[in-house]
């Protein structure tokens, strides 16, 4: 952040991590038999989440001209993989497809 701001940035947004506990793989390898979101991933990210933002706190403290903006992706996709019919999505699959050995992301 200091080379940013050194470098002239004043106003910088900041994505967060995103619920990787739902990415198809960590739904094969951690979801158990319904292949449902790997919550020990999800906690993780959080976690990150939480400490991302105190720090956004601290460089706000550090640099007031500056802004920071936390960018919150974490709970928009996991609304999405909550209530996919809300989304046009008739199953908590997301446009995933599953077997007993591989589940992939379609493009679609």
Known sequence: MQELYDLGARRIGVLGMPNIGCVPSQRTIGGGMDRGCSESENTAARLFNSKLVSQLDAFQT????AKFVYLDIYNPLMNM????????NQTQALSFFSSEKITLALPF
């Not at 550090?62 to 001209?65: A, G, M």
């Not at 209530?83 to 046009?88: D, H, M, S, T, V």
């Open 62 to 65: 550090k640099f007031p001209e």
């Open 81 to 88: 993989v909550q209530n996919p019919a809300k989304y046009g």
